[in-house]
């Protein structure tokens, strides 16, 4: 676990344990901490709190070398962009697999309805009495696929739902936390929407928790209001308005 033990404008120390020997390592001064990960460090996190994302480091040996090249693994770019027809695989992969569905309500999808929801995403339901927004989260060099999301909005009117989902490999990456904020971006920025909600179960913390990093308030609780496979489900509401949107945009901490 890496933990910011001392932080100052200028210069910020590190320090950490090993999860599996337990050993403790001594603070590691700014000077030995290298541009890219300084700046992620200290504009993100406050001193004695774990530094998110870089749970698990195991620091036994060339601990430097270590966390930095973890750190910066977890630093991972991501960016959202249109759906095409030869994301099929990719898209499949996600939606056809039921612990990526599980607490949506996606049905877990054969290829056929994979395809069918590609070709709707693509064309973004121009008939439909809402427009459905989706889009791919790409991440790395080669802009790979590691996601899904979406916000949909009934038509004429100015409030929409997001949703995400990311690849099991990649979970705890902070990817989703970093899509929710482009997406919000996106529905309030071109979309001119007035507010963004999203539901999430109560046995899915890792959904409630990248809606509260990403800023959003919540708001409620639905009794059985979502049939999941299924199954009637309770579901938090957590929503941000545009204006508190624009505020905390100004914010480096809400920034991605
Ligand atoms: C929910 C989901 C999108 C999160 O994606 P992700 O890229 O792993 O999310 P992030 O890394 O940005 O953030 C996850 C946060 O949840 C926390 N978390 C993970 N499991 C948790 C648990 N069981 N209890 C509490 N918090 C948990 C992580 O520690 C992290 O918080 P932190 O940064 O404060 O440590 C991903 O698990 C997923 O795709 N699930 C399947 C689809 C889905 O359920 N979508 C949401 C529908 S509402």
Avoid at 32 to 55: D, I, M, N, Q, Y
Avoid at 161 to 182: C, D, F, H, Q, S
């Amino acid at each position: 676990m890496l933990f910011i033990t001392e932080k100052q404008p200028t210069s910020i120390a590190i320090g950490w344990s090993d999860p599996v020997c337990g050993r403790e390592f001594h603070p590691l001064k700014s000077s030995a901490v290298h541009g890219a990960l300084f700046h992620e460090l200290s504009t993100l996190e406050e001193p004695g709190r774990a530094v998110s994302g870089v749970k698990g480091v195991r620091a036994c040996q060339e601990c430097l070398i270590r966390v930095q090249s973890y750190t910066a693994s977890e630093k991972l770019m991501i960016a959202l962009r249109r759906l095409q027809i030869d994301d099929l695989n990719a898209v499949h992969a996600l939606i056809s697999n039921m612990e990526v569905v599980r607490h949506m309500l996606f049905a877990v999808c054969s290829r056929e309805e994979s395809e069918k929801f590609l070709t709707e995403s693509i064309n973004e339901s121009p008939s439909a009495p809402w427009r459905s927004v989706v889009r791919a989260i790409v991440s790395g060099p080669g802009g790979e696929l590691v996601g899904l999301c979406g916000i949909v909005n009934l038509r004429g009117n100015s409030d929409g739902e997001i949703w995400y989902l990311i690849n099991p490999e990649l979970w705890g990456k902070g990817i989703a936390t970093k899509a929710v904020r482009r997406q919000l971006e996106l529905g309030f920025s071109e979309m001119s929407l007035h507010r963004i909600w999203a539901t999430c179960l109560p046995e899915n913390p890792a959904s409630a928790r990248v809606l509260e990093k990403a800023g959003m308030r919540k708001e409620g609780f639905f009794v059985k209001n979502l049939k999941i496979h299924g199954e009637w489900k309770s579901s938090f509401l957590y929503a941000i308005l545009a204006e508190e949107w624009s505020e905390s945009a100004q914010h480096p901490e809400v920034n991605c």
